[in-house]
């Protein structure tokens, strides 16, 4: 079985200034990590996902992330938002099986200011 | 890009009532799911759905929930008897095919409000 933790419910930051959001994940299995984005009334939409090779993953509206093995971690990064990147995002994992079932974390509130 | 489509985005409803949540997958799509959130809680999984059958299901996917793919398009989750608890939000997804790299797409998602 798989979780994940997101330590941080909301992060404030001003615009065009860096952030972080950390994920951390347990396993027994090898995995896969995905980060998503949910912006308000809206579905949930894949930033990217890590699903080998190069732990340095870059995905879409200049995110990046890089998975973290020793640290069972999945941090997403990006070093200047903006206001429209207001939103809740989510890491989620999936075991290597077919199913394709996430586990989500509790997701983190960004929340970019003026 | 092509778009998983849910309706209602919200719904009201009394305690022991049915209700039936719609959900039209991507055409092409084989593969379905539910996940719902409770409000302040993560992403839940419910249930996967392929071939006209249940793939997989959660501890929460019991005997008071039920899905369908009636006509070919729409991938529906029914509630036989909401109880307060179920009130969440109802996401529904599809994927194309098995490769893990293939993405899954969620729709906006139900709000469902059992009273």
């Known amino acids: 079985a798989q979780s994940v933790t997101q330590l941080d419910s909301q992060v404030p930051v001003f615009e065009e200034a860096p952030v972080e959001l950390r994920c951390n994940y347990s396993s027994s299995v090898s995995v896969y990590l995905f980060w998503y984005v949910q912006y308000p009334n809206q579905g949930l939409q894949l930033l990217l996902k890590?699903?080998?090779?190069?732990?340095l993953v870059k995905g879409i509206n200049g995110f990046e992330a890089e998975f973290n093995k020793s640290q069972t971690s999945f941090h997403l990064r990006k070093p200047s938002v903006h206001i429209s990147d207001t939103a809740e995002y989510f890491c989620a994992v999936s075991g290597r099986d077919s199913s394709y079932k996430l586990i989500f974390g509790s997701g983190t509130r960004l929340l970019v200011r003026p | 890009e092509p778009e998983v489509t849910q309706t209602p985005s919200h719904q009201v409803t009394q305690m022991g009532q049915e209700v039936i949540l719609r959900c039209v997958p991507i055409s092409n799509h084989l593969y379905f799911y539910w996940y719902r959130q409770i409000l302040g809680q993560k992403v839940e999984f419910l249930v996967s759905?392929?071939?006209?059958?249940?793939?997989?299901k959660s501890e929460i996917f019991d005997d008071q929930f039920s899905v369908e793919r009636p006509d070919g398009s729409n991938f529906t989750l029914k509630i036989r008897s909401t109880k307060l608890e179920d009130s969440a939000m109802y996401f529904c997804?599809?994927?194309?095919?098995?490769?893990?790299?293939?993405?899954?797409?969620f729709g906006s998602g139900t709000q469902l409000s059992v009273l």
């Open positions: 890590y699903l080998s090779g190069s732990t």
């Open positions: 759905f392929y071939n006209n059958e249940i793939s997989e």
């Open positions: 997804a599809s994927r194309r095919i098995t490769t893990t790299n293939e993405k899954l797409f």
